[in-house]
């Protein structure tokens, strides 16, 4: 059985940390993100250990996608674990003063890009049959609402029912799908969120406990790894020093 995992977002934060993680475990990897110097980077840092493809891919773009997967060298053709884990979140404030643009980069990223990607790996992970995963970067935005969460928590709500509904078509073929959800954790996520803004990040994790990339990683390798009659469909992961607060009430 092949053991070759293809993990979107790999330039950065979960997706890098995924990818260290499966080289450990001796996975083969093909690894995708926009920034391909940092590709490069971590395909030097770990192709003495396992075997390593990168591509340039921006996961919005349906063509781009069909035409990375098709030009696959033969011996990472066999993907086993497709990691769909590119995504973002932008503009942190109210909906009411969001730009519409930024609505519709993250549904072009989190759930075009997703949706893309997913399509087009479907049928190799079909051949692959019993024990291949598909694994979903939801988040807990996609099940609690909180201000500011507006389109980015939409988003990560169709993650998961996608995950869900995937699973009734596919109960017969062994491709198992998980929607794993984390809570806070600091990655370059809220830099990005923030379009740049290195003090806000830094305040956000300032003086508590939040999950790290490692972490999540863990638990992608983790239920990749599962025997294959087990799985999981939601795994929500939370720091412990992270929990939910009261409803919100407006009062005259
Ligand atoms: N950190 C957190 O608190 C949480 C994050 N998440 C989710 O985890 C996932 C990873 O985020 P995280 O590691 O934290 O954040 P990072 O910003 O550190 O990493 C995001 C990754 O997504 C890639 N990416 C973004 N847009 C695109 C695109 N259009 N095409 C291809 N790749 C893209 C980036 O690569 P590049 O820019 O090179 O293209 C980068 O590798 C996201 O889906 C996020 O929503 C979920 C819950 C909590
Ligand atoms: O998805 C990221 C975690 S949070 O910012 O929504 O809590």
Request: aromatic share 8%; glycine share 8%; hydrophobic share 40%.
């Amino acid at each position: 059985m092949s053991q070759i995992a293809f993990i979107t977002g790999a330039t950065s934060g979960f997706g890098r940390a995924a990818a260290r993680r499966f080289a450990e475990g001796g996975w083969s990897l093909v690894l995708s993100g926009r920034r391909k110097e940092r590709l490069d980077e971590l395909k030097a840092e770990l192709e003495s250990k396992v075997p390593v493809y990168v591509a340039e891919l921006d996961v919005r773009d349906a063509k781009a996608v069909q035409d990375m997967v098709a030009a696959l060298p033969e011996q990472f053709r066999a993907v086993k674990a497709l990691v769909n884990n590119a995504g973002l979140a932008l503009s942190p404030g109210p909906a009411q003063g969001v730009a519409l643009e930024d609505w519709q980069t993250m549904i072009d990223t989190n759930v075009t890009g997703l949706v893309n990607v997913t399509h087009t790996l479907l049928p190799t992970l079909l051949e692959t049959g019993a024990g291949a995963s598909i694994i979903n970067i939801g988040s807990v935005a996609g099940q609690w609402p909180y201000p500011g969460g507006h389109v980015y928590g939409a988003t990560k709500a169709f993650v998961k029912q996608f995950g869900y509904n995937l699973r009734c078509d596919l109960i017969s073929t062994g491709v198992r799908v998980t929607d794993i959800a984390p809570g806070m954790a600091e990655t370059e996520f809220t830099l990005v969120r923030t379009k740049g803004d290195q003090s806000a990040s830094d305040k956000l994790y300032r003086g508590t406990t939040p999950l790290t990339a490692e972490d999540i990683a863990e638990q992608i390798f983790y239920v990749a790894t599962l025997p294959d009659h087990i799985n999981i469909n939601r795994l929500e992961v939370m720091p412990s020093r992270q929990a939910w607060s009261s409803f919100a009430v407006d009062r005259d």
